[in-house]
């Protein structure tokens, strides 16, 4: 079974519209001439509109870093999956550690209190997932550990349960829905995970998949790998057998740097 890489942006809280059109058009002049990968960026939603426009003619991917299960309707502030599909998003990220409250170390700034503030959890995750395939978007669902579940030899535990919750009842295509493995204590830290522990545990979330969701559907899906990625770094992390991709905060914010990650898959 031969899966094509996504190498995916994630460009969390940064970039105004015409600095996410320029990267953009920046980017697909350095990866153009690229092969058997996928690349997508995930802007912030108000960049959603520039970037689809900056996107034309390109084969780079959009996303969208959340999605409300709502069609529509009296929810302030929310943005809905027709709305993502009508502004041509391919991909959305669901369950991001940071929307779930699970923000490691590396922001101090996010107290006890204040980490609830975007209350994603297991349940939520689950409905984002199901509306956004239910309107032919592809979810990103992301699951992770932090650095205390990791110590207390907690890591596949949480990661199989977070798992089994966002894939209950879904009813996908392997190749419609896609998974990041996201450490919380990689995320925005320079730790990037060693690539044969994510790898390790890349392969044991596709037996949980597989148990969820079916061999067949298994074999066929996406399961990336993000945290700390690097132009260093990628080489190493796309060598490893079970990991299909990689999903890039910082460095997904220079084109330089993002081209060289996505050439990573083509080496
Ligand atoms: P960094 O690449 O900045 O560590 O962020 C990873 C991430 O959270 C991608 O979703």
Redesign the pocket.
């Known amino acids: 079974m031969t899966r094509i890489p996504l190498m995916a942006g994630?460009w969390k809280m940064n970039k105004t519209a015409a600095e996410g059109a320029a990267m953009v058009k920046d980017l697909w002049g350095r990866i153009q001439s690229l092969s058997g990968v996928e690349a997508a960026v995930c802007p912030p939603m108000t960049a959603l509109h520039a970037v689809a426009q900056a996107l034309q003619g390109s084969k780079i991917a959009l996303g969208a870093q959340d999605i409300f299960w709502k069609e529509k309707g009296a929810y302030t502030g929310l943005i809905s999956p027709l709305m993502l599909k009508d502004i041509g998003c391919k991909y959305v990220?669901v369950g991001?550690s940071e929307r779930r409250g699970r923000f490691g170390t590396a922001d101090a700034s996010m107290t006890p209190e204040l980490m609830t503030v975007f209350g994603d959890n297991d349940t939520t995750v689950n409905r984002k997932a199901q509306a956004a395939l239910e309107h032919g978007l592809r979810p990103i669902i992301?699951v992770g550990e932090t650095l205390e579940e990791r110590q207390a030899g907690n890591t596949d535990k949480v990661i199989s349960d977070q798992l089994q919750k966002a894939l209950q009842g879904l009813a996908a295509d392997g190749d419609e829905l896609v998974i990041?493995y996201?450490p919380v204590w990689?995320?925005?830290?320079g730790q990037v995970c060693d690539p044969t522990e994510a790898d390790r545990v890349i392969a044991m979330m596709r037996e949980v998949v597989k148990g969820c969701l079916g061999k067949e559907t298994a074999e066929k899906m996406r399961l990336l790998y993000?945290?700390?990625?690097t132009p260093e770094n990628a080489p190493a992390i796309m060598e490893q057998n079970a990991i299909d991709g990689v999903?890039?905060?910082?460095?997904s914010l220079d084109a330089e740097k993002f081209a060289s990650i996505v050439s990573a898959a083509n080496a």
């Open positions: 994630n990220i991001h992301c990041a996201e990689a995320i925005g830290t993000g945290g700390s990625v999903l890039v905060g910082g460095a």
